[in-house]
């Protein structure tokens, strides 16, 4: 059994419970167990630790404002080889490329705002879970 993070971005939230709860649906029926669920408004220090890799890219700034601008729903996941299923499950990070019936291709505007995160790795994973939830 293999733990990753996901979370919902602000756009998705601000949208309304529909959209949440469908997305958490399609994570269920993908076979992933909710393990930690909580909504958050994240804060600058916070999301620019977050996605460190990123710092000095020129979409960096906007993905920091992007991301702090409202409440996000931060998930804990378990299933086997949870990272990869669930990279699978959200698709590409641009929609427009995202496949058919991702999470992505279906509730994604455009790579700025691509309506949910998924950790890349078991590193990520772990690292991302401690700063959001102090596992
Ligand atoms: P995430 O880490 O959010 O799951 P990802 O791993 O698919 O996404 P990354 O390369 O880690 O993609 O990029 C992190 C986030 O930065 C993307 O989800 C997107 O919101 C934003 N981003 C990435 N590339 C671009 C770009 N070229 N222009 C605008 N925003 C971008
Ligand atoms: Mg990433």
Do not use: W
């Not at 399609?26 to 393990?35: A, D, H, L």
């Not at 291709?105 to 879970?129: F, K, M, P, Q, W």
């Amino acid at each position: 059994m293999q733990s990753t993070y996901f979370m919902i971005k602000p756009e998705i939230v601000a949208a309304g419970e529909q959209q949440i709860g469908a997305i958490l649906a399609m994570v269920n029926r993908s076979g992933f167990r909710i393990t930690r669920l909580a909504m958050r408004q994240l804060d600058r220090a916070l999301v620019e630790d977050f996605y460190g890799e990123h710092r000095g890219k020129p979409f960096y700034d906007s993905l920091v404002e992007y991301i702090t601008s409202g409440p996000v729903v931060c998930v804990r996941l378990e299933r086997e080889d949870a990272v990869a299923a669930l990279r699978e499950l959200i698709g590409a990070t641009n929609p427009a490329e995202a496949a058919t019936g991702t999470v992505r291709d279906l509730y994604g505007t455009s790579i700025g705002e691509n309506a949910v995160h998924a950790s890349a790795n078991a590193d990520d994973a772990a690292r991302e879970l401690g700063l959001i939830f102090g596992d």
